[in-house]
């Protein structure tokens, strides 16, 4: 009897063996799941040209046969198709360039079919039909002011309407570009610009174009119409003291430790260069979200009984024992009254950045809708928080001299689309009525 049992048990495991080795090597061969299709970006709407990329994957018995097509008016076409010679290949991504010219689509409805089969023995087959608007007509844009004035290092506005809806949009002057943001106007779908026009900007050399892509990825450029104002730019001489950089170079040493053991005529050279640059790209980060509506209202406020002690543009080149050790272009007005003098909000809007800055010491940030900004440097103390949402005239610090700063005084700059601008604009009701709110 024992006997008897002890062969049934051998028989047993044996089967056990059996069964899973000939699940290992025929599992996936008889397997019913069916291969995955994916597209890696959502497609509803295709212009004249357009790249689909679509994803492909069967974990299990693997891939063999993709098939691609796209079907008008009952009528099918081969974008693509693909045979896998190969067992084994578990994903595949297929890049196909969709020309509807050369497939004589017309505008309107289509579907984009899409077939995937493995290598099982049932030849799994998944099919993913993907409803499409074959749109190639690009969008108009509608400028709502076709007389514009700009200053050179001012600020420029765009207010322009789309015929139909664009998912990018934004302005190129020269090679620089600023995001549009959408907002309404009169209830009606609109975008806005503000943007930094260049110091040396002229009708010749200064190109501003308006761009605007819809969802079928359909381009247009339209030229923004203006005349450009020229405006003097002071230029002097700045002699470092002895003095000045034993007192302040040591405070940069003490935030960047590579510059332990550098004289303070190195420390100067780094900071205004590197650091300088260093903190430009800090704050173009910092003021690449902006709210989409405007928080601000009516002219600007300039600190109050305060004298200006340098303005926008002024070219600053930077002389230690006679010698031109640097240069700068200041990138705001400084003001200066009393020592720890109340700062306030310039207008209403949140504190999107509050702390050290580099060479603007310790600073605040506001944001006031559609890529408008405000900073306030050199503050002694701070006394706002990021999130924080200000009103104008709202006391956010008082005045100081952290940072690269010989007195107490303020920074104020402006920025709109993430570059400086003239802040003087922003404090003339004037300039505002007929530039912006008209």
């Not at 397997?31 to 689909?52: C, H, M, N, S």
């Not at 009516?298 to 109050?304: A, C, Q, V």
């Not at 002690?309 to 640097?326: C, E, N, Q, S, T």
């Not at 928080?385 to 402006?414: M, Y």
């Amino acid at each position: 009897m024992k006997r008897f049992n002890l062969f049934y048990i051998k028989i047993s495991i044996a089967i056990l063996i059996i069964a899973a080795l000939g699940w290992f090597f025929f599992g996936s061969y008889v397997e019913l799941g069916k291969p995955a299709i994916r597209f890696a970006q959502g497609v509803t709407a295709i212009g004249r040209q357009k790249t689909l990329e679509i994803n492909f994957s069967d974990s299990q018995s693997g891939l063999s046969h993709l098939n691609v097509e796209i079907i008008q008016d009952n009528k099918g076409q081969i974008l693509a198709d693909k045979k896998i010679t190969s067992k084994g290949k578990k994903q595949e991504i297929l890049s196909i360039a969709v020309n509807t010219a050369d497939l004589k689509l017309h505008d309107g409805p289509a579907t984009i079919k899409v077939s995937a089969t493995d290598y099982s023995l049932f030849k799994n087959q998944n099919i993913l039909s993907q409803n499409v608007k074959i749109d190639t007509i690009p969008p108009q844009i509608n400028l709502l002011k076709t007389v514009n004035y700009i200053n050179q290092g001012g600020t420029g506005f765009i207010a322009y309407q789309s015929s139909k809806k664009i998912t990018d949009t934004g302005a190129y002057i020269n090679n620089c570009f600023t995001p549009g943001q959408a907002t309404l106007i009169d209830n009606k779908a609109s975008y806005v610009i503000y943007f930094a026009v260049p110091m040396d900007a002229d009708k010749t050399k200064t190109g501003i174009m308006i761009f605007a892509r819809d969802e079928a990825g359909n381009e247009t450029n339209v030229a923004f119409p203006c005349v450009i104002k020229a405006k003097k730019f002071r230029h002097d001489k700045m002699n470092l003291s002895e003095s000045f950089l034993q007192q302040k170079m040591p405070e940069f040493q003490a935030m960047i430790p590579s510059l332990q053991g550098k004289t303070p005529l190195e420390v100067f050279t780094y900071i205004n260069s590197q650091t300088r640059n260093e903190n430009f790209l800090t704050i173009q980060n910092i003021c690449k979200k902006s709210t989409l509506k405007a928080l601000w209202e009516g002219t600007f406020l300039r600190m109050s009984n305060a004298a200006p002690m340098a303005l926008y543009g002024d070219k600053r080149d930077y002389v230690f024992d006679r010698k031109i050790v640097g240069e700068s272009i200041h990138t705001g007005v400084d003001l200066a009254s009393n020592a720890q003098a109340p700062i306030e909000a310039a207008n209403s809007g949140v504190v999107v950045f509050m702390g050290a800055l580099g060479i603007y010491g310790n600073a605040v940030i506001i944001d006031h809708g559609l890529g408008l900004f405000s900073l306030y440097g050199h503050l002694s103390v701070i006394n706002t928080s990021v999130g924080k949402n200000v009103a104008k005239g709202e006391k956010i610090g008082n005045s100081g001299l952290s940072g690269l700063a010989g007195g107490d005084h303020l920074h104020f700059s402006i920025l709109a689309g993430g570059q400086f601008v003239n802040p003087q604009e922003w404090w003339d009701p004037h300039w505002i009525k007929d530039n912006i709110i008209r």
